[in-house]
């Protein structure tokens, strides 16, 4: 009996290393995959081109995607529609000048990225530098 209880707990066990029994995540509809930018270190008035990598369960329409960050300065919200499997969308910002009247110091800053659909919010966050 005791060598028939181990045998079932070594076939559990193999089941959770292989991969067979699934996350409990995989019910999600909708997930942020990825947030990048296209460089870490950034001068004052430059592009910073963010890329959030999206993966959707089914097509979905009215998904709503914000990006934020630099004090407030980045808040573009886009709504789209998302295609089943992996969606790239991209943000565009130009960055202030470093300076007082600029607004923003040399330094790091926090950059985020929310998707909204339904009841269901993914989101992350990255960091970039800027500099004069």
């Not at 509809?29 to 870490?40: H, P």
């Not at 001068?43 to 979905?60: F, G, P």
């Not at 914000?66 to 529609?81: P, S």
């Not at 295609?83 to 600029?102: A, Q």
């Amino acid at each position: 009996m005791k060598k028939l209880f181990l045998v079932i707990l070594i076939i559990i066990g193999f089941f959770f290393i292989s991969g067979c029994v699934t996350e409990q995540n995989e019910g999600t509809i909708i997930s942020l995959k990825n947030l990048s930018a296209d460089k870490g270190l950034y001068h004052s008035s430059e592009n910073v081109n963010l890329t959030a990598v999206i993966y959707s369960k089914s097509d979905l329409g009215n998904v709503t995607v914000i990006a934020t960050g630099i004090n407030g300065r980045l808040n573009e919200k886009k709504i789209l529609n998302l295609k089943t499997g992996v969606n790239e969308i991209y943000f565009n910002y130009k960055l202030p000048r470093c300076n007082v009247c600029g607004g923003i110091s040399e330094g790091d800053y926090n950059l985020s990225c929310r998707v909204i659909y339904e009841n269901t919010t993914a989101e992350k966050s990255i960091t970039i530098n800027i500099q004069q």
